[in-house]
Every structure is written in C-alpha cells, then in structure tokens.
C-alpha cells in the first residue's frame, strides 16, 4: 500500500528544509550538479539510554521515492520565493531542471525491524549530488521518528514481560501524521493493537477498544451502563471500572458478566484507569476470580511506561494486559531519535571517490568516509558483533573491529563466526526494487532480532554495550582523512 499517498497529496517534493534546495541551486549554478554522492544516514546514540534501536521508517521513505516530483504548483511556489533583495531566489532555468527532476539514485537500507546500533548507516543514498541533497530532510523525517517509537514500544514490550501491550496514544500524539506513523511505528516495535482505527485501515493493525468515562457518566447507575454496553456489543464487554468506586465498579462487573454468559456471551475483563493500579488490580483479581471470572483479563492504562510497568510488575500487579499511550506516541523523554545524513564520498562521473570526513571537537560527531556497509556477525543464534566497513576495502578473513569511540578497544571476530551484511539494495537507479513485507512480518522480525541479543543489552539502567566497530583498514583511512583535514602529514 502507498501509505503517505494515501494521506497527502503525491507530490511530497517540497517535504524539505529550504537550504536543501538553495544547496542545490547552488550546485547547478556551479557546474558540481552532476557530481555522484554518497550520504550516509545513521544516529551516534541509542535513544533512552538504551543498549538499541528498532529500525522503522523505510515503507514510508520507498513511498516517498516511487512518487518523487515537482509538479507545476511546486515550482510556480519555489518561482515565488524572494531573496534579500527582492528578486526571485531561483533563477528560471533551475526551477526548470527540477520540474524535469528524475531521480536515478542507488538506495541501501536497513530493512525494518532490525535491531541497530549507533554509527551505523541505517541508509546509504548514491546518486547525483543535487539528487541526494534534497532527500536528506525527508528520509530523516521519516527513519528518526518511526525508529524512536518502535524502539520505546520495544522497551515497553520488554517491560510487560509478553503480556499484550495496546497502544492507545491517538488523541495525544504530535498531530495526525505523528499519530499514525507512531501507531505503525508501536506495532513494529511490538504493541499488540492500536486504538487508532485509520492506523488499522492503512496499515492492517488490528484495532481494539473499550468504552470511556462519559459511557457510564451517561446512564443513571453504573450498573445500567454497563448492561446496555453488553447489549449492544456482547463480544466486546471490556468494562471501565474506576467511573465512580473502582473495587465496587468490578462487583458491578460481575454481575452484568454473569447476566451476559447467561445470555451466551463472555465477559473479557475490566479496565482500571487511575489509582493504585497494583493494590487495585490484586484486589479486583480476588473479586473476578470469586465471582466466577478466572479468565476476565485486568486491562491497566494511566500514563504507563516501560519503567512504571517494570515497577507494578514489581509489586505483583495483576494486569495481564497494558494500555499505554502518551508515554508510547510520543517517545516520552526523548524528543527525537538524533539522526544525521552526512556526505561521505563525492567523485566527477567516472572518477575515483574522493572520501569525505566531517571534524568536530566532539569525537562522536566526527564523521566516518565511505561508502559503508554493516556485517553482522554471529554465532549459533547469539550476536557477536556489527562491523561497519567499506565496500571498496572489503573484509578480510579474521577483521579486528575498531571502537570508532575509542581506538585501542579491538575485538577480532572469529574466523568461525557467520556474518550477514544488514544494508540490502532497495532503490536502483530511481526505481524501487524492494517490496517491504507486510506489518506482521515486520513486527515478527523485531521480536526475533531482539531475542538474538544478550539480555544486558536490553537492560534499560546501565545497558550492555554492544560492540560495533570499524573495520581496521576503514579506521586507519578514517584516521588519516582526519589528521590530513587538521594539517598533519601522515
């Protein structure tokens, strides 16, 4: 399904910063327009002070490429736009040159679902310089924030141990779009539904709901709510029991329930909302199971998350299924993922690349040159390590990972150990040539990757650091690039 042109108009060309463009312009009007660049997309941090990431986002990027294009009232606006001076910021023979734009890039992704780590190319864009600049803004868009909410679903799955988590984040999620890429995003990453209906038509999720404080309120008794609840949908009898009395709102719960197995139906359970949600839930658990209500599910919402889920789990609450919604859609704590598209590589058509690294005085924000690949390598069904290297300079039998961080930290992989490289072709000249499996797949996929992964990696105080390093040929080229860049002869 073209999941964004569903949503938004075709053309999605002008889904960028304007410096892309005045970058571009500026290309053109130099003569580099036909330079071939190589960007790499990656972050320098797990998000949440985590030990991972869930990688999502790439559906709506190959959606976004397939349908790329200025249309005529893209250029008549850029035609409009003005500089200091009061005179068109775009000469007409640019605004021409992007309304015939073809994209003929080559694109390498992570596919999603697969756990990564920091410094390692999620995307690699080849192509031509113009080309590659303007898509740096949306395909960021796009990986950093689905990669932040399938990373906290992913977290908030963890924490709840394999019992359902429900993603319930709609009403207050960044908008409409923030909405449903963030339903998507929870889905991969592990939630079981989501009560975002359109998220359920666009993109196969299955839906689930109950009814809110405003059903009961709307009846004389509690009571009578929920009778005329079961009456009107009795294969969907989740009852919200905290309206007025929580512990007398499941007795009352009881009751219809067994008014509505009378009736041949089955009550699901009851959802607590507000309180002392493990005092509450062990309590009411005693009145369900006494009432005759053993399998009646304790549905638990109010502000959840990974570390508030971790602690009912704790104190021996008996919730067997999570609404968690604000904390989740949002990526509570932390605004966005981080990531960065940086220009590794740039050569005239036919010519050597000529390697490109970016300095900082931060040693985490100094970029890596090449064109990069990942290789995963395992043993049996455990992860041993990622090295990143690039794919001119190949890997030798037995490579020794260098920490990009920290020079002197070296692991050699074993000459045993399997190695799957995680950038796969998804883009060829332009044209897609990945189809993206269906949610479900996806979804599966995250669960199984994680399962690869020592469980300190997933601890989410203090994590385990995965080792990800540079292959060592790699890091001494990387190294020269930079003391050549800071005036120092090799």
Excluded at 123 to 135: A, D, K, S, T, Y
Excluded at 138 to 145: D, E, K, P, V, Y
Excluded at 358 to 378: D, N, W, Y
Aim: aromatic share 8%; with cysteine.
């Amino acid at each position: 399904m073209n999941q964004l042109s569903e949503l938004y108009r075709p053309s999605l060309s002008l889904l960028t910063d304007l410096y892309q463009l005045t970058m571009a312009y500026g290309y053109w009007k130099t003569g580099t327009r036909e330079k071939e660049a190589v960007f790499n997309l990656f972050f320098r941090k797990n998000p949440f002070q985590g030990g991972f990431t869930i990688a999502a986002g790439l559906s709506y990027v190959l959606d976004y490429l397939s349908n790329f294009r200025f249309v005529d009232d893209d250029i008549a606006y850029l035609a409009g736009l003005l500089g200091n001076d009061g005179k068109p910021l775009f000469e007409p023979g640019f605004l021409d040159h992007l309304r015939h734009l073809s994209l003929t890039c080559d694109v390498d992704a992570v596919p999603e679902g697969t756990v990564v780590f920091p410094h390692e190319p999620l995307v690699r864009v080849q192509g031509p310089l113009v080309q590659c600049q303007i898509l740096e803004t949306a395909l960021l868009n796009m990986i950093n924030f689905q990669s932040l909410i399938a990373t906290k679903a992913a977290r908030v799955c963890l924490s709840a141990q394999g019992e359902p988590v429900l993603e319930f984040g709609l009403r207050r999620a960044q908008g409409i779009d923030g909405a449903l890429a963030a339903s998507r995003a929870a889905y991969i990453g592990g939630a079981a539904a989501t009560s975002n209906v359109l998220a359920g038509k666009l993109f196969g999720i299955p839906v689930r709901g109950t009814h809110a404080h405003s059903w009961v309120m709307s009846f004389d008794t509690e009571e009578e709510s929920f009778r005329q609840y079961a009456a009107a949908l009795p294969n969907n009898c989740v009852f919200l029991v905290d309206t007025y009395d929580t512990l007398e709102g499941v007795r009352t719960a009881v009751r219809v329930g067994t008014w509505l197995r009378e009736q041949g139906h089955e009550m699901v359970g009851i959802r607590l909302d507000s309180g002392d949600l493990a005092w509450l839930s062990r309590e009411a658990r005693k009145i369900l199971d006494a009432g005759g209500f053993p399998k009646a599910a304790i549905l638990a919402s109010n502000d959840l998350d990974e570390n508030i889920i971790g602690s009912l789990k704790q104190q021996g609450a008996a919730i067997a299924v999570w609404g968690v919604g604000t904390k989740l859609v949002t990526g509570h704590e932390q605004a966005a993922l981080g990531g960065v598209y940086k220009l590794v590589a740039i050569r005239r058509p036919g010519q050597p690349w000529d390697y490109k690294v970016k300095l900082s005085e931060q040693a985490i924000k100094i970029s890596t040159p090449g064109l990069l690949q990942v290789r995963r390598f395992t043993d049996g069904n455990e992860c041993l390590g990622d090295l990143i290297y690039d794919t001119g300079l190949g890997v030798p039998p037995e490579p020794v990972m260098v920490d990009p961080m920290d020079p002197t930290r070296r692991k050699k992989i074993p000459a045993g150990a399997t190695g799957e490289d995680l950038l796969i072709p998804v883009v060829r000249q332009g044209k897609v040539v990945y189809r993206p499996p269906p949610i479900g797949e996806i979804r599966e996929r995250a669960r199984l990757q994680l399962q690869r992964f020592h469980g300190g990696v997933k601890r989410f105080v203090n994590p385990h650091p995965y080792p990800v390093g540079l292959e060592q040929k790699l890091h001494e080229l990387k190294t020269r690039l930079i003391l050549k860049a800071r005036g120092f002869s090799e």
